[in-house]
């Protein structure tokens, strides 16, 4: 049954981060050098910004300005955030966020897409916005079977049609939301109008051809080398992943390295990861993962 949410951290939670931040302890380290993984110098300025300044409520307060669901679809209870467009046929259009993100990935991106009017577009180009969290995120359950990953396109596509009553829809995704929308898409084509990725899902570049140019070749080597370089950390979450969620649960000043290390090599900031996202941005992410305690699910 769908029912209405409102995010509300418990006070105790908060106290508890507080009494955890006050007492972290970190490495000696802390020069601003990123090669090696979180810059420790950027760190403990994290740190000392989320334990004096950063301010939960009001980041609580502006994801409450949508408008948040959660129902149960095929067994597992989703979170999703259901926003109508303010146009004369607004197109029903799913959101799926990824890894290390959540639902907040998208909060800029509501706005301009259910009423592009006000901010200087066509009405006729408004969308209904549906923004799921992920099963085992933030406020959505984990979801144990049932494909696993990549049964969770069948889950959209129930939360899409049966529990909102869209007969047809698009659909957008990066990272994980990447590999979900592309099975949304194979798997229910009649419903589907179109879909748009901001990556093209990682796991194909396991599917190699006997045939490849050398430019392909080239290609394949180069995504060899970031799996070692870069991609360590999906191995460790693949096999181990309990090993290091004990860490990631226990400690903020761990979640955050984490998460935040992963932000800063993943975007185009260059060498300034406040060029593009802002400390606060950073730590309502970090957040979504550290309250509800879903790092290792």
């Given amino acids: 049954m769908l029912e209405s949410f409102e995010i509300a951290v418990t006070d105790t939670i908060l106290e508890d981060l507080a009494l955890r931040l006050r007492a972290t302890r970190l490495p000696l380290d802390a020069d601003d050098d990123w090669n090696a993984g979180m810059s420790p110098a950027y760190l403990r300025e994290l ?19 949508f408008q948040h669901y959660r129902s149960a679809i095929d067994g597992t209870r989703i979170h999703f955030i259901h926003e109508r467009g303010q146009g004369p046929s607004p197109l029903p259009l799913i959101l799926t966020h990824g890894y290390p993100d959540s639902f907040f990935r998208f909060y800029k991106l509501i706005g301009l897409l259910t009423d592009p009017a006000a901010h200087g577009g ?9 923004v799921p969290s992920l099963p085992g995120y933030g406020f959505s359950e984990p979801r144990e079977g049932h494909g696993g990953l990549f049964g969770f396109g069948d889950l959209w596509q129930k939360l899409m049609t049966e529990e909102l009553g869209y007969s047809r829809f698009g659909a957008h995704g990066g990272d994980w939301g990447s590999t979900i929308t592309e099975h949304l898409a194979r798997s229910h084509a009649s419903s589907v109008v179109g879909i748009h990725l901001t990556d093209v899902p990682f796991w194909h570049i396991f599917q190699k051809p006997s045939d490849l140019t050398q430019d392909e070749q ?23 992943p309990r090993t290091d969620a004990v860490g990631l649960t226990d400690s903020p000043a761990g979640l955050a390295a984490w998460i935040v290390e992963k932000f800063r090599e993943w975007s185009d900031c260059g ?4 060029s593009s996202y802002s400390k606060d941005e950073l730590l309502t992410d970090v957040m979504l993962y550290w309250a509800t305690g879903t790092i290792e699910s």
Avoid: C, H
């Fill in 47 to 65: 740190i000392t910004y989320w334990r004096d300044q950063f301010g939960w409520r009001s980041q609580e307060a502006l994801l409450n300005r």
């Fill in 122 to 130: 066509d009405p006729i180009d408004a969308f209904d916005v549906v």
């Fill in 218 to 240: 080239k290609f394949l080597e180069r995504n060899e080398r970031w799996q070692k370089e870069d991609g360590a950390y999906a191995m460790i979450q693949g096999t181990r």
């Fill in 271 to 274: 060498d300034d990861i406040e």
